[in-house]
T-cell receptor, first 111, second 115 residues
């Protein structure tokens, strides 16, 4: 099974906040990432957090990291229809750059 | 305009045929990666290269081959030994490895279909 787990689907109303959750298993991970994938496209890097941080904010995006529970979340404030996509979390599991990805969370924004 | 380009966008393979997917980057990144994405699944690593003329197998290398003769290019060949090649293939690159330089940036992908 996946070392990184995410819920598969999230439906949110336009203007509300979205929270996408992720759990990982490697306590030695140094960096954790959030990527966004629109239909038929590659992955777009949204943000990342270093393991010695608890929170990182970047405009509408807030990343929270709970190292004790190995839990990562991405909050999108004021969700827009353009935020509809698949969101992947990934952990850096090796010093040379190996990423372990979750299966992705499909976010659907409804008017 | 820096970035990662992949071509073609769509590729069709006949039974028993080898096909090559192109990946080029002009970001001056040392490391490059190939991933496979199947519907409803996360990305799985096929091959990676930390430096020119060197590459290593990832988690699902069987039926694939790569070369890294130039820093900016990392082509992937899907051989006839790969029995289930239909997937979306993504190329990525990172500035380096270690010391925070591992952040990977992705190309637009190539969708491979079997006729």
């Amino acid at each position: 099974g996946e070392d990184v787990e995410q819920s598969l689907f999230l439906s949110v109303r336009e203007g509300d906040s979205s929270v996408i959750n992720c759990t990982y298993t490697d306590s030695s991970s140094t960096y954790l990432y959030w990527y966004k994938q629109e239909p038929g496209a590659g992955l777009q890097l949204l943000t990342y957090i270093f393991s010695n941080m608890d929170m990182k904010q970047d405009q509408r995006l807030t990343v929270l990291l709970n190292k004790k529970d190995k839990h990562l979340s991405l909050r999108i404030a004021d969700t827009q229809t353009g935020d509809s996509a698949i969101y992947f979390c990934a952990e850096l599991t090796d010093s040379w750059g190996k990423l372990q990805f979750g299966a992705g969370t499909q976010v659907v924004v409804t008017p | 305009d820096g970035g990662i380009t992949q071509s073609p966008k769509y590729l069709f393979r006949k039974e028993g045929q080898n096909v090559t997917l192109s990946c080029e980057q002009n970001l001056n990144h040392d490391a490059m990666y190939w991933y496979r994405q199947d519907p409803g699944q996360g990305l799985r690593l096929i091959y990676y290269s930390q430096i020119v003329n060197d590459f290593q197998k990832g988690d699902i290398a069987e039926g694939y081959s790569v070369s890294r003769e130039k820093k900016e290019s990392f082509p992937l060949t899907v051989t006839s030994a790969q029995k289930n090649p239909t997937a979306f293939y993504l190329c990525a690159s990172s500035p380096g490895t270690g010391g925070g330089a591992e952040t990977q940036y992705f190309g637009p992908g190539t969708r491979l279909l079997v006729l």
